[in-house]
């Protein structure tokens, strides 16, 4: 049986430019844990997830690991590897003794590699799908304007 548990918090992300204090952006992120794949894995999408719908821009800061693990009542361990994975997927950067940031691109290092699991896994069977009820290219573009 699945087990399901959703939890919320708030987060209030200061932007620094050049010195300045942008307004803070508030927000409320819900994780939907499951059993189907470790809960780091999860956290580490479900930020990836954030990055990608510029909830996190690039350079912003983003909650700490205790942070992240109180709220969410999981162990540090579990947050600090979710955050590890980001790291050597060059999505977040590590600044000692300041916190966790976006990297500058991380945004568009997520597009590039969503478009191409898109093509690889996602384009051959909606193709084959689209191909099997008569469509041909031309034939869908039509049909979706």
């Not at 990836?48 to 205790?66: C, G, K, M, Q, T």
């Not at 109180?70 to 590890?84: E, G, K, R, Y």
């Not at 950067?93 to 478009?115: C, F, N, Q, S, T």
Request: hydrophobic share 40%.
């Amino acid at each position: 049986m699945e087990w399901l548990t959703t939890f919320s918090y708030s987060v209030v992300v200061n932007q620094h430019t050049n010195n300045n204090v942008k307004p803070c952006r508030c927000f409320v992120m819900k994780i939907e844990w499951h059993n189907k794949s470790p809960i780091y894995r999860q956290l580490a999408e479900k930020l990836r997830e954030l990055i990608l719908h510029r909830i996190y821009d690039d350079n912003d800061a983003i909650p700490s690991v205790r942070q992240i693990a109180a709220d969410h009542q999981i162990n540090p361990l579990t947050v600090s590897n979710a955050f590890q994975i980001l790291v050597d997927e060059q999505l977040v950067i590590k600044k000692r003794g300041i916190g966790m940031y976006v990297a500058p691109h991380a945004r568009d290092l997520l597009i590039a590699r969503e478009r191409k699991l898109f093509l690889e896994q996602e384009w051959p069977s909606f193709n084959q799908r689209a191909a099997d009820l008569g469509f041909d290219l031309s034939t869908l573009l039509k049909e979706l304007s």
